[in-house]
């Protein structure tokens, strides 16, 4: 356990050093954030300004030491656009980014798993199609789209929740809806798909032969269906927490971490574009180690290395 | 209906007469067992032996209810002289009258639970015991199919043991219901010689301390013949010869009896090891009239196209084979 | 029908722009015209955005634009991923696992934020969008060659061409190429459908293609103001995108081959 910890950290050091270099390499060695943040018709002379202002001007190893220095430090600091610490504004945004997809990746647990039970242990005909159709409908929607649907539906026509912000619990309800569509649709598949080959195998014969009932079995089933669905499950999740939420946020003005994803890359502000890629690093590394400990806990030949 | 000769003392427990499978595989019909009969008496050892595909295996998973949804099953079924009536009344003696132990451990067993937990739900199930108790009377079992060490064995993982192990953790459990009658499918294919012999030893002292009816299923003549009472030998879907072991083995009179035990090594009925030559057919190609005329050395061309009759020898021996006719006259 | 709708969709790609030009013309006059059904009249079939732009010239223009970007990110991904699976899988040893530590990486390191930086930072428009979604998506690609190298390594035809003492790259291009190219075909769609949300997104972000290019993305983005009063706007490009997806997937679902890979993937 402790060697699998260590071996994680300094799995995720490298990963940051590798990260840091590459937001170096975007933003100041193929990138021109100088020359992006001016007007088309700016002369060489308000370029040179602006480069100056920026620090561009140095050479390209001192721009490197001063940037790499800072990161190590986890000395960001402040944001161009707000003036504000850029890692206070993480800070206070990642949270929310939290709630919605805790609340979005419950509501697809609740949903989808049953689901994919369902289709997958259906004799009739209409059930498996129907749900199939909606599967399929589930993982082609764009998450974006299917929020402003929702906006105009539920908030525009209908009245029953706010278009956008955040408050009460009401403001959580559409945005994390529009989150779990796509996630929905993976969770289903996959629950469907591993369930359905689990229920062909030898050992559900033993179980049958025992004379159990047919909720045991199916217990039986899922525990071992439990690891490809908890790996689609997790993936999705830490897909979300790295900032894939952009789009839902953008569409609900939802200030959490996708949004401040959008704005610090939209503004060209490089201080805080640094702090978020971190941050969100930082986040996925941890992730990544829960869903490690999960797994070793729901299959025990994977603790033992056999697998 | 003509049976084989059995201990007089024992009832009959399992009747099965004239069983068909047949699989629906995406339209096309494969008639997988075409009548077979067996019975087997309280307390009695009974084994069915055929080459893989012959149908043997199907035919017990049809009596114990347990095909795939595609399997049509038809017969007559009784138990202790009840006619089964239904889906429902077969799929209610699977694991509490009959139990079943099958091949290969590994993949029969569920690779993420704890071994005493296989065999504790059984117990649950039928008896309706608490989680603890289910335990202790897990733990009773394990002791009982002669495990060392039942307390660890309960938390150990089925890769964690060795394939005997496993095979005994899977009888524990069948045992577990405490069935009257138990099926081995193949239950020591896989395993080294040894272990073999010590699961088969295991199998036959359960028989006699608990007076257990056994049904052995194996490819394996020499494995299971020694402690069966009764032989049924499947081919191409049928029971092409059936009888008291001893008799069978002394004077085998089906070709592919005798086939089968030339085949088999350290037998002194032949004097040469000889396997039998070609394949054995596949059930959506089981030939008309006798199934096994491609493969016999004493086919008799155009009659053995047709269906050959059944004999029925004064032992209670019966036997399907053209030949039978043209050595009794019938 | 999926087939039909996807094929309506790259008919649209490649002769649509002809057969209803003025994508971006703006009349103003003409603002905010409902669609056929909803008051509107065949003039402008599907009505016009805010700017009275037709939205049909809009959707068709953003079809190619869609497309190119798909088919396109989906082929770098495959020129990347294909060659170092099946190096990766029939080499084995060192180079396969330093592979092996390239994909964990990729995985670790979230995609979104290369892209969004490239198009921020660099340039944005098809090209660079194309670059940098292919870039990001040749995993898939990778593992699933690597596989594929994995299994006909041991399989009797490779052995047969290795005795007869042909070259490590003219058994791989001879003998693995051509026995993978079904399963490929379906990952191809599927990635195409990944790339053609992942360009929708960018544009709707104002990340991607920008004015007076169109794309799907780009008018969602610019109807959202007038999603109160012309909902058709949001809703219609929306729905062409959708439905592309749908039909994309569908192909590979019924293809049957999806499933295979998507497990392969877990």
């Known amino acids: 356990m402790l060697q699998v910890f260590v071996k994680r950290t300094f799995r995720g050091l490298v990963l940051a050093f590798v990260a840091v270099n590459l937001v170096f390499f975007v933003v100041h060695v193929i990138g021109d954030p100088v020359g992006r943040s001016l007007p088309l018709d700016a002369t060489p002379e308000q370029y040179a300004a602006r480069a100056e202002s920026l620090g561009f001007d140095r050479p390209l190893w001192e721009q490197y030491t001063d940037y790499v220095g800072d990161v190590a430090r986890l000395d960001f600091g402040d944001s161009i656009s707000t003036q504000a610490p850029a890692m206070g504004s993480v800070l206070t945004r990642f949270p929310r980014t939290f709630l919605l997809v805790g609340v979005g990746m419950g509501l697809t647990a609740l949903i989808g798993i049953p689901t994919g039970v369902i289709l997958a242990t259906t004799k009739r005909r209409w059930v498996d199609r129907l749900g199939n159709s909606l599967t399929l409908t589930a993982l082609s929607v764009p998450q974006f789209w299917l929020g402003i649907l929702l906006i105009l539906v539920f908030s525009l026509k209908l009245g029953w929740f706010p278009t956008s912000g955040i408050g009460g619990w009401k403001h959580v309800v559409l945005p994390s809806i529009a989150l779990a569509i796509g996630p929905l649709g993976k969770t289903i598949q996959i629950t469907q798909v591993t369930l359905r080959d689990e229920l062909q195998k030898p050992y559900i014969r033993t179980a049958r032969a025992k004379g159990l009932s047919e909720g045991r079995v199916l217990y039986h089933a899922l525990r071992n269906a439990g690891v490809a669905v908890a790996t689609v499950f997790s993936h999705e999740t830490i897909l979300a927490l790295a900032g894939y939420t952009v789009l839902v946020e953008t569409v609900f003005a939802w200030p959490g971490i996708g949004s401040l994803i959008a704005e610090a890359i939209s503004n060209l502000d490089i201080p805080l574009t640094s702090a978020v890629v971190v941050a969100v690093l930082l986040v996925v590394v941890v992730a990544n180690s829960l869903v490690d400990i999960m797994y070793r806990r729901l299959d025990p030949r994977i603790a033992r290395g056999l697998k | 209906m003509n049976q084989p000769h059995r201990n007089a003392s024992s009832a009959p427990l399992l009747q099965a007469s004239d069983i068909h499978v047949r699989f629906d595989v995406e339209g096309e019909i494969h008639h997988a067992v075409r009548g077979v009969s067996i019975d087997v008496a309280e307390g009695q050892t009974v084994g069915l032996v055929g080459e893989s595909g012959c149908g043997k295996t199907v035919s017990m998973l049809a009596l114990v209810g347990l095909l795939a949804s595609n399997a049509e099953v038809s017969g007559r079924i009784t138990y202790r002289g009840n006619l089964i009536k239904s889906h429902a009344e077969l799929v209610a003696l699977r694991g509490s009258t009959i139990g079943m132990v099958f091949q290969d451990s590994m993949s029969s067993l569920n690779p993420l639970l704890k071994v005493g937990v296989q065999v504790g739900e059984a117990v649950r199930r039928h008896r309706g015991l608490d989680r603890k108790a289910a335990k202790r009377e897990a733990i009773r079992y394990l002791e009982q199919v002669s495990l060392p060490e039942p307390d660890h064995v309960y938390h150990a993982y089925p890769h964690e043991l060795s394939g005997g192990e496993r095979q005994r953790v899977m009888i524990a459990g069948a045992l577990a219901c405490e069935p009257e009658l138990l099926i081995a499918d193949e239950a020591t294919t896989g395993l080294d010689v040894t272990t073999q012999a010590e699961i088969l030893d295991l199998l036959s002292s359960l028989r006699d301390s608990r007076g257990l009816a056994v049904v052995f299923v194996s490819h394996d003549v020499g494995a299971v013949a020694e402690l069966c009472d009764d032989l049924y030998v499947i081919y191409g879907g049928r029971s092409v010869e059936a009888g008291r072991t001893s008799e069978i083995l002394n004077e085998p009179r089906h070709p592919y009896t005798r086939a089968l035990l030339d085949a088999l090594p350290g037998m002194e009925v032949r004097d040469r090891l000889t396997g039998i030559p070609g394949l054995p057919p596949l059930p959506h190609a089981f030939p008309p009239g006798c199934a096994f005329a491609p493969r016999c050395a004493q086919a008799m061309g155009e009659q053995c196209n047709e269906p050959p009759p059944l004999f029925t020898m004064k032992s209670g021996r019966r036997v399907e084979c053209w030949l039978e006719g043209a050595v009794t006259g019938d | ?266």
């Open chain 3, 1 to 266: 029908m999926a087939s039909a709708i996807l094929g309506l969709m790259i008919f649209a790609a490649v002769f649509g722009p002809t057969l209803v030009p003025d994508a971006g013309r703006i009349t103003l006059r003409d603002r905010l015209i409902e669609p056929v059904g909803f008051g509107g009249t065949w003039k402008h079939p599907l009505g016009t955005d805010g700017l009275g732009r037709d939205i049909l010239a809009g959707i068709v223009a953003g079809a190619r634009v869609s497309l190119a970007v798909g088919f396109g990110a989906a082929i770098v991904a495959a020129l990347i991923g294909v060659p170092l699976g099946l190096i990766a899988g029939y080499r084995g040893g060192r180079i396969d696992r330093a592979i092996g530590w390239l994909v964990d990486f990729q995985l670790a390191f979230p995609a979104l934020l290369t892209v969004l930086m490239i198009a921020a930072y660099v340039q944005a428009g098809i090209v660079p969008l194309i670059l940098t979604i292919g870039v990001v998506s040749w995993i898939l690609f990778a593992r699933f060659a690597r596989a594929f190298a994995l299994s006909a390594r041991e399989s009797d035809y490779v052995a047969a061409a290795q005795l007869a003492g042909s070259s490590t790259f003219k058994i791989l291009r001879r003998h693995l190429l051509p026995n993978m190219l079904s399963p490929f075909l379906l990952l191809m769609l599927l990635q195409v459908s990944g790339a053609v949300l992942g360009e929708a997104g960018l544009s709707f972000l104002g990340l991607g293609i920008t004015r007076p290019e169109t794309s799907w993305g780009l008018m969602i983005a610019d109807g959202r103001e007038f999603l109160r009063t012309a909902w058709w706007v949001v809703v219609l490009p929306g729905a062409a995108l959708s439905i592309t997806i749908l039909a994309l997937h569908e192909i590979s679902r019924t293809s049957g081959g999806a499933i295979g890979i998507l497990e392969s993937e877990a």
